[in-house]
Structures are given as C-alpha cells and as structure tokens.
C-alpha cells in the first residue's frame, strides 16, 4: 500500500521495482497481494493494453483510522480487565 500510495498507480512490475530489495518478492506474489488488496476494496485495478494498473482506493490516512477503529472496537468487546484476543 505504501508504494502505491507513493506512486499513486503502477503496474505489478513497477510496484516490485519500487519495493526495496528485501521485500521484492516473485512477479506473481507481488500480483497476488496486490490482486487481494483489490479484493478487499484497499485498491482499484485498470486494465490499460496488456497491463493492469493498479491505484489506491483509499488514502493513507484513511487506512489509519480504519484500523485505529478496527483496534478500538475490538478492545472494546474484551471482558472487563482482559486485553482482546487476536482473530
């Protein structure tokens, strides 16, 4: 998402490329990822010719406050006194 979010759209080869070296993974786990992230509405994927671009379907800053509220509402089902446990 970072890489995008830097780019703000990009190809699955640009995508790899922009990784930094320990991260860059096979061609095809990087379009795995990024075809979940789509899946899951955090991306919106073109196709252009051949390739597919990818882009952002949400800010950074919204992907923030989902998850401080994803967070929230989880340690807030715990019983009183027990943190949440993870799912």
């Known amino acids: 998402m970072r890489v995008l979010w830097r780019l703000q759209s990009g190809t699955v080869a640009q995508v ?3 990784l930094p070296p ?3 993974g096979a061609y095809t786990t990087v379009q795995t990822v990024l075809n979940r992230l789509a899946e899951r509405g955090l991306l919106q ?3 252009h010719g051949n390739a597919i671009v990818y882009r ?3 800010s950074e ?3 923030v406050v989902r998850t401080i ?3 929230l509402a989880g340690a807030s089902s715990a019983p009183p006194g027990r943190p949440s ?3």
Request: aromatic share 10%.
């Open 45 to 47: 994927r073109q196709r």
């Open 16 to 18: 790899r490329d922009a």
């Open 61 to 63: 800053a919204e992907y």
């Open 56 to 58: 952002p379907g949400i």
């Open 85 to 87: 446990s993870p799912a």
């Open 69 to 71: 509220e994803g967070m």
């Open 22 to 24: 320990r991260y860059r």
